[in-house]
């Protein structure tokens, strides 16, 4: 089965500050999903990633897929107090399938004024 | 983007009982939905996947005589705890599949139902 370490597990960033979180898959990724969730909440859809070197951008955040498609990074630029939350990547099945994520480790973020 | 509902928002039941949870698609048909709890600090387990008109597909470890699914129309799939106990209690949280995206497959979640067995 196919495993998603994400790092760090936590992370503590002042407002204004750039970061990044990482997802390592240990098999080729077929698609790779960006979600954030608020504790106790639902998990609200960032970005999908699909090809081999494609990147994404919405907003102040940019996720990237590797060439080798088993890693994939998550950017937030000039971090806000709303960006905090749990950062989860999900990876899909093959191409063509019904594709039932499964997800990382998830990443906690706060950001302090 | 697409909406996805779950009700009730948060349920206590005692030990013994049964709890329904309601997942809708409210504005697209879903014809499969997802169903995953989440432990605190955990992240997100993938319980079954539900498919409109048939038997639910279970993840290994996972008792689907407790946890029954049930996918009656293209818009709705509820997820009963049975017998519920407090190793139950839990965050539950379902997705649809968006039918759009060509290859690519889109989910929504809900905004998830807290269980709490006493």
């Known amino acids: 089965s196919q495993e998603l370490e994400q790092s760090p597990q936590s992370l503590i960033v002042q407002e204004g500050k750039n970061l990044t979180i990482n997802c390592t898959s240990s098999?080729?990724?077929?698609?790779l999903y960006w979600y954030k969730q608020k504790y106790g909440e639902g998990l609200i859809f960032l970005m999908m990633l699909q090809k081999g070197g494609e990147e994404k951008s919405h907003e102040k955040i940019t996720a990237k897929l590797d060439e080798k498609k088993q890693q994939s990074s998550l950017h937030i630029t000039a971090s806000q107090p709303s960006h905090a939350g749990i950062y989860l990547c999900g990876a899909g099945g093959g191409t063509g399938t019904a594709s039932k994520l499964t997800f990382g480790t998830g990443t906690r973020l706060q950001v302090t004024l | 983007g697409a909406v996805v509902s779950q009700h009730p928002s948060w349920v206590i039941c005692k030990s013994g009982t049964s709890v329904k949870i309601e997942c809708r698609s409210l504005?697209?048909?879903?014809?499969?939905m997802f169903w995953y709890r989440q432990f605190p600090k955990q992240s997100l387990m993938l319980m079954a996947t539900s498919n409109e008109g048939s038997k639910a597909t279970y993840e290994q470890g996972v008792e689907k005589d407790k946890f029954l699914i049930n996918h009656a129309s293209l818009t709705l799939s509820t997820l009963t705890v049975t017998s519920a106990h407090p190793e139950d209690s839990s965050f539950y949280i379902c997705?649809?599949?968006?039918?759009?995206?060509?290859?690519?497959?889109?989910?929504?979640f809900g905004p998830g139902t807290r269980l709490t067995v006493t």
């Open positions: 098999k080729t990724l077929y698609g």
């Open positions: 997705s649809a599949r968006v039918p759009w995206g060509g290859s690519s497959y889109e989910q929504y």
């Open positions: 504005d697209f048909q879903a014809t499969t």
